[in-house]
């Protein structure tokens, strides 16, 4: 499967959940605001969201500072 995150293209083995997603990136999904085919998605949609070949995500991190 391959995707379009952040206007990068990226390939996975297989069709993932929003959830399984983020962790395979190794980020944070408690940080994360996940727009997926211009919808943005609630995060507990993320286990059930499934991601499939050509769609898009838009992710964005909550970073903290000062």
């Known amino acids: 499967m ?8 990226f390939k996975f083995s297989k069709e993932l959940n929003i959830q399984e997603l983020i962790q395979e990136m190794g980020l944070d999904e408690n940080r994360i605001i996940v727009e997926h085919n211009e919808e943005l998605i609630q ?3 993320f286990p059930v969201q499934v ?6 995500l838009e ?5 903290g500072g000062g």
């Open 2 to 9: 391959q995707c379009i995150i952040n206007g990068d293209s």
């Open 51 to 56: 991601v499939r070949d050509q769609d898009c």
């Open 43 to 45: 995060r507990q949609q």
């Open 59 to 63: 992710l964005l991190e909550f970073v």
